[in-house]
């Protein structure tokens, strides 16, 4: 069954820049989006955005004029970039499939990674 | 973007008890709502999808029901493992957008 796992640094300075991949393991990247979600340390989830196996993105306003999902699909992997961070960004960052069926209701988010703290401090 | 607000923030309650928990639209997005539960250092896992669906592998006594703008969570019988925060969300329209969460707590 598909697994996914994001790497990526766990502490970045103010101003820099986040950069997490996930990969995708037994499992087709095809015909599925690929999202990023995050949580701040005991918040809620927040959705950042996703990119579908074509390559198109959509990318939540909040966040939209510093973020980049990318994605390789020789190498099932999907990446995430976060520019100019501060202390709001920190929070365990999770990648997940979006399970979407056009014109329905039946959709959700299935499987997610473990999450990975992301932590911007000086 | 649509908001969505849980109720009750929290709630303790006992093994075998029934528990409801509420979830409420800023606008109507029918029957694209999805429920999560997510246990401490863990990611979320879906329980039921399309407001009333109960995911393949999800416990029975998991149901969901609600359309429009108000749905709700019944956990029929309440068990030691169901301690955790559940969350909602509508997939209605980008952005997605979750419930602040429901954490519950075993008396």
């Known amino acids: ?122 | 973007d649509i908001q969505m607000t849980q109720s009750p923030s929290s709630l303790s309650a006992s093994v075998g008890d029934r528990v409801t928990i509420t979830c409420r639209a800023s606008q109507s997005i029918s029957r694209s709502l999805i429920w999560y539960q997510q246990k401490p250092g863990k990611a979320p896992k879906v329980l039921i999808h399309a407001a009333s669906s109960v995911q393949s592998g999800a416990p029975s006594r998991f149901s969901g029901s609600g359309s429009g703008t108000d749905f709700t969570l019944t956990i029929s019988s309440l068990q030691p493992e169901d301690f955790a925060i559940f969350y909602c969300q509508q997939s209605y329209s980008t952005p997605l957008t979750f419930g602040q969460g429901t954490k519950v707590e075993i008396k």
């Open chain 1, 1 to 122: 069954q598909v697994q996914l796992q994001e790497s990526g640094p766990g502490l970045l300075k103010p101003s820099e820049t986040l950069s997490l991949t996930c990969t995708v393991s037994d499992g087709s990247i095809s015909s599925y989006y690929w999202s990023w979600m995050r949580q701040p340390p005991g918040k809620g989830l927040e959705w950042i955005g996703h990119i579908y196996y074509t390559g198109s993105t959509d990318y939540n306003s909040s966040l939209k004029s510093r973020v980049t999902i990318s994605l390789d699909t020789s190498k099932t992997q999907f990446s995430l970039k976060l520019f100019s961070v501060t202390a709001a960004d920190t929070a365990v960052y999770y990648c997940a499939r979006w399970v979407y069926n056009s014109g329905s209701y039946y959709n959700w988010f299935d499987p997610w990674g473990q999450g990975t703290l992301v932590t911007v401090s000086s």
